[in-house]
């Protein structure tokens, strides 16, 4: 589950708010309690005085520590009847005086024996797709919504397809990719013209990956070069923009080459790429530019590190915002 910090802290301190109301609500119920049947106040202070004799005994040395135990068992089981009782004869539930928790395994702290608990994972995969949503039009890119009937189905050179039949091939290659998504899956780059759907389905396979449990980071290249751009001047940074992007299950970065060029962007890009290739991190990499073009703008060492490791899925055609736009 790679995400970034800021997701982190903002469902952890979703759970402790839980967690502290559940509390106090908890103990304004047993105030409420207590008031109107004050024996049940004083079964709460007879129980605790019961746990404190108990923990005498057992580090005592007296040789009826053993019988002590048994009739503090016994008193302490007859108190907790008694309690019962008295909530039962004023028509409340057993467990009214406990905190009510939104999950009963981990009493929202997020972890079970030192592991995660499948409601942090919960919560994790929602923020980070509220935060996603809130930046892309995440809901509407969905593999369904993607329409083949905006590509002509007349190939235009007589040595590849037409620009349907090779939209489709990829539809249902990104299809597959995200239904068989895991940490071994490869590296994506989408390549070709503007409006010809690269954004579009890798936000579908975002929608997908990240209901499957898995920590997705999408944005523009231009959008986060300048995340990193500011970070690097900034006393107090802990670079978290680099880290998040580093340390994430999927990293999709979205029109790679509109960012503006300096030596730290580029070799910033670069480490990115790199560290997540030997790292075996998959990333998805949208871009306009020909290999040509990368070349120039990245060095040919970089080109050669995605030829050599990324699957390749060409996109060409008329652009599709336009016709939309025309429509």
Do not use: W
Not at 48 to 67: C, P
Not at 252 to 274: C, M, P, R
Request: hydrophobic share 35%; with cysteine.
């Amino acid at each position: 589950m790679g995400y970034g910090k800021d997701v982190y802290r903002a469902v952890t301190e979703k759970l402790n708010l839980q967690r502290i109301a559940a509390e106090q609500d908890a103990r304004r119920r047993k105030e409420e309690f207590y008031t109107a049947c004050p024996r049940a106040a004083e079964i709460e202070r007879l129980l605790s005085h019961t746990a404190v004799q108990a923990a005498k005994a057992v580090m005592g040395s007296a040789n009826n520590s053993r019988e002590i135990l048994t009739n503090l068992k016994e008193s302490n089981l007859a108190l907790q009847k008694e309690r019962r009782d008295l909530l039962a004869c004023a028509g409340l539930p057993e467990d009214y005086l406990k905190p009510h928790y939104h999950c009963a395994k981990c009493e929202d702290t997020g972890y079970v024996d030192g592991r995660v608990c499948s409601c942090l994972q919960e919560l994790l995969r929602k923020e980070a797709y509220r935060r996603l949503n809130d930046s892309t039009p995440l809901s509407l890119c969905t593999f369904d919504s993607f329409s083949l009937s905006y590509y002509s189905d007349v190939s235009d050179t007589p040595d590849r397809p037409s620009p349907r039949t090779q939209i489709g091939k990829i539809l249902a290659y990104c299809r597959r990719y995200a239904a068989n998504f895991s940490m071994e899956s490869p590296s994506l780059l989408l390549q070709g013209g503007t409006g010809l759907g690269k954004t579009h389905l890798s936000l579908s396979i975002a929608n997908e990956v990240i209901e499957k449990g898995f920590g997705v980071v999408y944005g523009s290249t231009q959008n986060l070069a300048a995340g990193m751009e500011k970070e690097r001047f900034r006393r107090d940074s802990d670079d978290e923009t680099n880290q998040m992007l580093l340390s994430c299950d999927l990293l999709i970065l979205d029109d790679l080459g509109t960012e503006f060029s300096t030596s730290f962007v580029d070799a910033a890009i670069y480490n990115i790429v790199n560290t997540r290739l030997m790292a075996k991190r998959p990333t998805i990499i949208s871009t306009n530019l020909s290999l040509r073009e990368m070349e120039t703008r990245y060095t040919e060492r970089f080109v050669s590190r995605m030829i050599g490791s990324y699957v390749r899925l060409y996109f060409y055609g008329s652009d599709v915002r336009q016709q939309k736009r025309m429509q």
